[in-house]
Every structure is written in C-alpha cells, then in structure tokens.
C-alpha cells in the first residue's frame, strides 16, 4: 500500500509539472491554486492518546468563490497505552469558504469548513477509509502566501481496518499561484454586489438630490447655487429672459431690448442721462437739465418734451432702484427749468377692482413725488399727483410676450408690467 501511494505521489508531481508547462491545463491548475508545506498533530480522543507529530503537503483549487477543492499528503502516528500506529495518508476534501457567504468579512482572513475522506496505510500493511470533516482558518501573509491553521476530526473507518476516532491539528505555509487581489478565493462577491448597489444607491441619490432647491438635480444642475426661489431654465441657470447676461432676480429692467448694452444691474446704459436710454439716443450727449424728445433730441420749450415712465411690480408701491436714473433725468430737467410744472400721474393694470387700482395708482403718483422732493430737492409744489387706475392701458395686456432663454426654453410674460406705470406731462 505504501508503494502505490509514493507511487501516487511521484504521478502527482510529475503531471503538475508537465501542466504547469501547457499553456491550457497548466492555468487551470494553477490559477486560483496554492500548494502547501503543513505539521501538525494526530490524537485519538480518547483519554491516554499519545500526540503524533505529522508532517506534509498539500495542493488546493478553488473552483469558485465559496467552493475549493484540497489534496495532500500526511504522516504521523496515533498512539496511546495499548496502540502504536504510525501510517501514510492521502486525503481529499471539499472546502467550503463561509467568509465569502456573508457580507462585510475582513479581507484578512477567511473561515472555512472542510469535509472528504483519508486513505491510511499503516506499518502492518494495514489501510483505512477514513471520513473526516472540520473547519479552520486562513490568514493572509502576503499577495501570494497564507497561513493555514485547521482541525480535523477523523471518525469511524468507511472500509479497512478499524480505528478510533482522532483529532488532527494542523498548520499549514501556503503558496498561491494566484495574487490576492485577483483570486477568487480573497475577493467577497458579494462584497462587490454590495458596493456596486451602493455605488448605484449614491447615483440614484444624485440625481435627486437638490441642493439648491430649484427643482433641476444636482447632476444635471449648471448652477448649484442658485437663491431660494428663483426661477431657473432646463439648466438649473436663473432665467435671464431679456439675455442682457444678467439674470432675472438680479435684473432692475427685465425687459431690455435684445442686444442693448446694460450696467450691472441690467438697467440699458444712458451715457448723458437724459432719460432716454443709448439704443435709441439719437443725440447721446446732450447736456444735464435740457429738455429732450423720446429719441433724444434736444427741443426747445416744453412741448414734446419725454420723460421716461416709472414702472412697478405687480400690486407695490415702491419705487425701485432700476428707477432712479429715470427720476434723476426728470429732476434735472425740472431744475434746469424753473417754470415747469409736473402733473405726476400713476396707472395701474387691469388685475383687480377698479376701485382699488384707482387707489394703488394714486399711491404710485405720491411716492415717485415723495423721492422727488427728499432726494432731488424739487418742490412738492410743482409736483401734482393724478390716478387714472387702470382706465389708460400702455399695453394691451391680452398679448403675451415669448421669448427663448439660453437653453431654448420659451418663455411667455405678460406685458402688465407696461400698465404699472406713473407718467409725467408738463402743465
């Protein structure tokens, strides 16, 4: 029996080498392979069992992540009081890698069982079929070598010989053909599931998510940072839907024609200030105080004199900024012409009751006067304020006004704004 498992062995050695040499078989049995030099020892678990120390080698295959495959060779004796058997065996077992059934384990060590059958050869020329299962542990030393720590227990003999039952502890220097960081063995799948679905979990969140508020996700968002409740294209990029490049809630005349040249705060420039913006300035350097037309030019006298409209927001009062350059060139023209008097009067658009909006136009009429006097000393007394309410549209308010923003959404506004106005007509 000892010869046919030296015989075994040498047949083994012989074909793992040749293999190694094939370019098709020779990877197979070696990728995801180790072989190992192993000591340890054998006991019966009965009391007075003498410990046996064993020495060997092994050669393992991992088929898949969770299933292996193990050989090996051992030599040892089991003794005690009334027993002396030193024998040979060849054992093969099936390993299984609980480590890699479970999600989270360290990539330090793995847990496995194992579970197969021994053939012992004894002195005598005895044998026995020996089934054995156990577990044990993996400890990886480096890329290309573990360390192998085990317990097997070997129970009643399938065939053969008889013999007790017996433990075997053993310690095992493994080799892997195969770097850690691409075996099988050492790379959880189910790790990887679990971090691709968190890699899908954190996408998915992305595109939800919504720092700024503005309804366009982060992922697909141009502009994160846009204020709370500002109203943004396709883009995530506040609406800007004159295009003058400066966006609608930063914008005190939203309503610039296309092309016109605008200050920072989107007001059209007005280089002499006279109230009539560049874009249709005919003479755009006309001195402070002299009275103009609607296109600019210089007149003499009063009639046909322009004055630019103040314009609000929807059901306010409050004269904005964007307004005051309008106001200065008003005041200037008043200061330069001491006779003029002003009839100061305020509109309003159709949404409401008539009564109410006769109300808000007077209120419009009283505060642009109100600036006049506190912030360009023009007498109250010049000044007389008028309501006409919503009985004299600029603009017809059943039209709507479309225009496209930079990402080729159109845009529709009323033209309301126009009847929210307080003109101004030289008495």
């Known amino acids: 029996m000892n010869k046919i498992i030296k015989l075994f062995l040498a047949t083994c050695l012989i074909t793992l080498n040749s293999y190694s040499q094939d370019t098709g078989l020779g990877k197979f049995f070696l990728k995801d392979a180790s072989v190992g030099l192993n000591s340890g020892a054998f006991m019966f678990i009965s ?60 990539d330090k060590s793995k847990i496995y ?12 020329d005895g044998s026995a079929v020996i089934p054995n299962f156990g577990a044990g542990v993996k400890l990886a030393v480096s890329e290309k070598i573990d360390l192998d720590i085990s317990s097997m227990l070997g129970t009643t003999p399938l065939s053969g010989d008889d ?45 939800s998510a919504d720092t700024d508020g503005d ?37 005190d ?26 874009s249709v300035d005919i003479e755009p350097n006309t001195p402070s105080g002299v009275t103009v037309n609607f296109q600019g030019k210089e007149i003499r006298g009063a009639k046909g004199a322009f004055m630019p409209a103040i314009y609000f927001d929807f059901n306010s009062t409050k004269v904005s900024y964007a307004n005051y350059e309008r106001l200065a060139a008003v005041a200037a023209l008043l200061q330069a012409n001491l006779n003029y008097k002003l009839k100061v009067i305020g509109y309003a658009d159709s949404v409401g009751n008539n009564s109410n909006n006769m109300k808000v136009a007077m209120n419009r009429a009283n505060a642009v006067i109100e600036i006049l006097n506190t912030v360009f000393n023009i007498d109250k007394s010049r000044l007389t304020p008028e309501s006409k309410g919503e009985e004299s549209p600029l603009a017809n308010e059943s039209v709507k006004m479309t225009q496209k923003s930079s990402d080729g959404q159109v845009i529709s506004n009323s033209l ?12």
Do not use: C
């Open 47 to 106: 009391d007075g069992s003498d410990i046996g120390v064993s020495a060997g080698f092994n050669y393992s295959k991992q088929l898949t992540s969770v299933i292996g495959l193990q050989l090996g060779y051992v030599s040892s004796t089991l003794s005690n009081e009334t027993v002396d058997l030193p024998f040979d065996a060849l054992y093969i077992r099936g390993l299984l890698n609980l480590s890699n059934l479970t999600i989270g384990n360290s």
């Open 113 to 124: 069982a194992g579970f197969g059958t021994s053939l012992m050869t004894f002195d005598d």
């Open 163 to 207: 013999l007790a039952s017996h433990l075997n502890f053993g310690i095992s220097l493994n080799y892997r053909f195969t770097k850690k960081e691409s075996s099988v063995e050492w790379n959880n799948p189910l790790d990887a599931l679990s971090n691709d679905l968190a890699s899908v979990k954190t996408k998915i969140e992305g595109l």
């Open 215 to 251: 309804g366009v996700s982060d992922s697909f968002d141009a502009d994160n940072n846009t204020p709370k409740g500002v109203v943004v294209d396709g883009k995530g990029v506040a609406l800007d839907v004159d295009m003058d490049g400066v966006a609608d809630f930063q914008d």
């Open 253 to 278: 005349d939203p309503f610039t024609p296309r092309g016109v040249q605008v200050d920072a705060n989107g007001r059209e420039l007005d280089s002499d200030k006279d109230g009539v913006p560049n």
């Open 416 to 427: 309301n704004r126009m009847n929210r106005r307080v003109e101004f007509v030289i008495q």
